[in-house]
């Protein structure tokens, strides 16, 4: 779950942002029942909550500013960026990732989802020599560790493969997606814990691979460090909730000050700078 309600508000200006905030709290009531098993999720969902609401508060303020602004991209001005307002920087940076802008995920946060559909324009508009690191969140949902799995699974193979997250045919790609789709479209559940080859199932056969693979490639070396390198994204997520982009490994863009897929990929690029 995330503060990061822009999706529905900046970036689809033409929506009531009544209604919006309806969608928001029945998909947060939604996801309330589903992850409030733990203190580390009520955690995280708390955060989302409170983020999430301040956010659409805000989208909604612009948005009757500025009327119906059916083009918002053509009226941005650049401007500088503020520390405490923009971004804030961690007191403990993601290791090696410099150059790299990072996505801070789960596959049961329906934000995060919402946020699939903008991703590769913003992956496209990197530098060449800036890589896209998406960070599975373990500590989210019925099968959050399970999930993280998969997806470490997947993106080593697609880095034997040579394919990044900005190829179509990148596993780890067809993974999210079918993960996505199933969780906050068709409300998927898969037994609240209880089914977990029907879950596994749901991503591996959307990549093409089959459940004896995964389990093979699972204690290769190349996964395992993938996984290790995600354990520090937690203390990131608890900030602000999920996604969450962090910018060469120290610097996390406050979402509440997002305003539009324009203004995000703005604050990436001056970011990159730093």
Same mark, same amino acid.
């Given at each position: ?116 559909? !903008?991703?590769? /324009?913003? @992956?496209? #508009? %990197? ?9 599975? +969140?373990? =500590? ?112 996390? !863009?406050?979402? /509440?000050? @997002?305003? #539009? %897929? ?9 970011? +990159?700078? =730093?």
């Amino acid at each position: 779950m995330s503060k990061n309600h822009f999706t529905q508000g900046n970036l689809k200006m033409q929506e009531n942002p009544k209604s919006q905030m309806k969608i928001f709290i029945k998909s947060f009531a939604q996801n309330v029942r589903d992850d409030f098993a733990s203190a580390i999720k009520a955690k995280i969902a708390v955060v989302s909550l409170l983020a999430g609401l301040l956010s659409l508060s805000v989208a909604y303020t612009q948005s009757v500013a500025q009327g119906t602004a059916q083009n918002p991209k053509s009226d941005f001005k650049r401007y500088e960026l503020k520390e405490g307002r923009d971004f804030i920087v961690l007191k403990e940076p993601l290791p090696n990732a410099q150059n790299s802008v990072i996505e801070i995920f789960s596959y049961a946060c329906p934000f995060c989802y919402r946020y699939s559909k !903008i991703l590769p /324009k913003v @992956i496209e #508009s %990197l530098p060449k020599n800036v890589e896209f690191k998406p960070y599975h +969140l373990e =500590k989210m949902g019925d099968y959050g560790k399970v999930a993280s799995q998969v997806f470490a699974v997947l993106l080593d193979k697609d880095k034997k493969s040579n394919i990044t997250t900005k190829d179509s045919k990148s596993a780890f790609l067809k993974a999210q997606k079918a993960y996505f789709s199933e969780y906050n479209i068709k409300k998927e559940r898969w037994g609240q814990g209880k089914n977990l080859q029907a879950f596994l199932h749901t991503g591996l056969d959307a990549a093409g691979v089959k459940i004896e693979e995964f389990y093979a490639a699972l204690q290769e070396k190349g996964v395992q460090e993938i996984l290790r390198s995600w354990e520090a994204g937690y203390e990131v997520a608890i900030i602000q909730g999920v996604p969450a982009f962090v910018v060469n490994g120290k610097y996390l !863009i406050y979402t /509440k000050s @997002i305003a #539009s %897929l324009k203004d995000l990929e703005y604050k990436i690029d001056e970011l +990159l700078k =730093k």
